[in-house]
């Protein structure tokens, strides 16, 4: 059973900086594209960035040149660099993960305070 386990969440002031990482396991492929979503209260669901098995990356608008997607080497790990963090950057942090569907990490709070 594939599963997608994130850490790095918590409380930063803004201009902070945080780190999330989310691990892939219980899959004998290699996922495909992996990334970031986020969801704020009240509202929908939206990505933050992606990165491809050959490392392309995309992100949102909103956090181009604070945010760095990375993957490692087995490509089982992705993680998000955060930094100068705003309050509007504050969601629920979602992996996201391509293993011949969709699959999702359970979340995890990114609270930023002003």
């Known amino acids: 059973q594939v599963q997608l386990v994130e850490s790095g969440g918590g409380l930063v002031q803004a201009g902070g900086s945080l780190r999330l990482s989310c691990a892939a396991s219980?899959?004998?492929?290699?996922?495909?594209?992996m990334g970031w979503y986020r969801q704020a209260p009240g509202k929908q669901r939206d990505l933050v960035t992606h990165?491809?098995?050959?490392?392309?990356?995309n992100y949102a608008d909103s956090v181009k040149g604070r945010f760095t997607i990375s993957r490692d080497n087995a490509g089982n790990t992705v993680y998000l660099q955060m930094n100068s963090l705003k309050t509007e950057d504050t969601a629920v942090y979602y992996c996201?993960?391509?293993?011949?569907?969709?699959?999702w990490g359970q979340g995890t709070q990114v609270t930023v305070s002003s």
């Open positions: 990165i491809s098995p050959g490392g392309r990356t």
């Open positions: 219980g899959s004998i492929v290699r996922p495909n594209v």
């Open positions: 996201y993960a391509w293993l011949g569907g969709d699959y």
